[in-house]
């Protein structure tokens, strides 16, 4: 069996890059500007980063961020990485998300990210 070509080792629809990271807009966005920050070297998880891949990616974020204050005036941001399957991992290959959020896209946003496990997000 061959194996499966990983879609994030191509860099395609780029907007920003770097010498370790490049970031795009994701394809299935959860709100305007919701973008990726994504590793050149193919690693699956954050926790296989180096100490540099990690800078490439925070400067990519604050770059993005900048951006897209601009273009979409956006209240508030969630950043998050789901590492393995139990996680919701979907793509083995790192990748960031950078998601923009506006009041009133969620009928109560307390709690953020605490929402990845249904009834943790309200405390």
């Not at 699956?44 to 900048?66: C, G, H, M, V, Y």
């Amino acid at each position: 069996m061959g194996k499966e070509k990983c879609i994030f080792c191509d860099r395609e629809d780029f907007f920003r890059e770097n010498q370790l990271a490049w970031m795009k807009y994701d394809k299935y966005p959860v709100s305007p500007g919701h973008s990726l920050i994504i590793t050149k070297r193919h690693i699956e998880s954050f926790f296989d980063t180096t100490p540099e891949e990690r800078q490439a990616i925070n400067e990519l974020l604050e770059e993005a961020k900048k951006l897209l204050d601009q273009q979409y005036d956006p209240d508030g941001y969630n950043i998050g990485i789901n590492c393995g399957e139990a996680a919701g991992q979907s793509i083995m290959h790192l990748h960031v998300h950078l998601i923009p959020r506006y009041w009133g896209d969620s009928d109560n946003p307390k709690g953020g990210v605490r929402g990845v496990v249904p009834g943790k997000r309200i405390y």
